[in-house]
């Protein structure tokens, strides 16, 4: 079974500059969730979605961050435009419901110049 | 008081050395609990579910004190391979928090 893919795997970009990070959940999974990893912390969830709707973005930088999931499948984040702070891995997850298991994507290491 | 908190380490032990980890969590509501192993540059994985229970699944044994808000993690006889971080996670209203792992490194 394929698992949760995501591209691109490496993104360098200027400060101000804006960037947008795709992922392709597991098939059949209804939950898809997008983390914040900066380096030496733990992942911090940004948004969640239930099939297309939002369940949960409650820690989402939204004057600059935002994501979508338009039919239910593949997801897609954004910033614009990025800081400094915004270096680090975004990780896309997906769970086949909400209370089911979260399977990860291999992340988009991000750095901010 | 962070919601979820993790001794960040490193520990450092021997090959075949028996380790565990603590995890405490805020809020009492929470309703369940995981354990994720997270190698260098690569993405969390599952280790295991924690029960009311407790449960073990090989080496690994994984506990929950309701009363005292924490989880813990116990591994035997350690192996080179258990090198990584471990991430505990709790979920709350469908909403998953992470510690920011406690890193083990296992020395021949």
């Known amino acids: 079974e394929a698992g949760v893919a995501q591209s691109p795997r490496y993104k360098i970009i200027e400060k101000r500059q804006s960037v947008a990070f795709w992922c392709n959940p597991i098939s059949g999974h209804a939950t898809l969730y997008w983390y914040q990893q900066i380096l030496g912390q733990g992942p911090k969830l940004l948004i969640q979605f239930q099939n297309n709707g939002v369940v949960d973005d409650s820690q989402l930088p939204k004057d600059r961050f935002s994501a979508e999931r338009l039919k239910g499948v593949d997801s897609t984040l954004k910033i614009q435009p990025a800081k400094l702070e915004d270096s680090a891995v975004y990780l896309c997850?997906?769970?086949?419901?909400?209370?089911?298991?979260?399977?990860f994507g291999p992340g988009t290491r991000l750095t901010v110049l | 008081r962070k919601e979820v908190e993790q001794d960040p380490g490193p520990f450092n032990v021997p090959e075949g050395a028996t380790v565990a980890f603590n995890c405490t969590y805020s809020n009492s509501a929470s309703q369940s609990f995981f354990w994720y192993r997270q190698d260098c540059r690569k993405e969390p994985k599952l280790l295991m579910s924690?029960?009311?229970s407790g449960n073990e699944d090989g080496r690994f044994t994984a506990q929950l004190n309701r009363a005292s808000q924490y989880i813990s993690l116990l591994i035997r006889d350690s192996k080179l391979s258990d090198s990584a971080t471990y991430l505990c996670?709790?979920?709350?209203?469908?909403?998953?928090?992470f510690g920011a792992g406690t890193r083990l490194t296992v020395k021949p």
């Open positions: 924690v029960y009311s």
């Open positions: 996670a709790v979920e709350l209203n469908n909403d998953m928090r």
């Open positions: 997850a997906s769970s086949l419901d909400l209370t089911n298991e979260q399977f």
